[in-house]
């Protein structure tokens, strides 16, 4: 069992920055992919990035291209989403979730809670 955690979240002006972590722990994330996603209010969870167990991969949603970067630090069980240019769009809850193996996450097992990312205008 995978147990993930995201932080980060919180009150941002437009045009601002925030940096979301996603903590695991239970086991080693090394050998997950994880993938970020968002959901705002009354709309479907969307896909936002995505990045390979080496980190060596990535992926983004083209509305983030430019302006979010996921990394990783296995040696902290932890994978990142620096989120720049923040519009009041990007408003939602904040999502990470692991998929067991190498290459980009296909199916995910695991899912953390969520954290709430708020861009005001």
């Known amino acids: 069992q995978v147990q993930l955690v995201e932080s980060g979240g919180g009150l941002v002006q437009a045009g601002g920055s925030l940096r979301l972590s996603c903590a695991a722990s239970?086991?080693?994330?090394?050998?997950?992919?994880v993938g970020w996603f968002r959901q705002a209010p009354g709309k479907e969870r969307e896909f936002v990035a995505a990045?390979?167990?080496?980190?060596?991969?990535?992926l983004y949603a083209d509305s983030m291209k430019g302006r979010y970067t996921i990394s990783r630090d296995n040696a902290k069980n932890t994978v990142y989403l620096q989120m720049n240019s923040l519009k009041p769009e990007d408003t939602a809850v904040y999502y990470c979730?692991?998929?067991?193996?190498?290459?980009?996450?296909?199916?995910?097992?695991?899912w953390g809670q969520g954290t709430q990312v708020t861009v005001s205008s």
């Open positions: 239970g086991r080693t994330i090394s050998t997950y992919a």
């Open positions: 979730a692991a998929d067991y193996g190498p290459g980009l996450p296909n199916e995910y097992d695991y």
């Open positions: 990045i390979s167990w080496s980190g060596g991969d990535t």
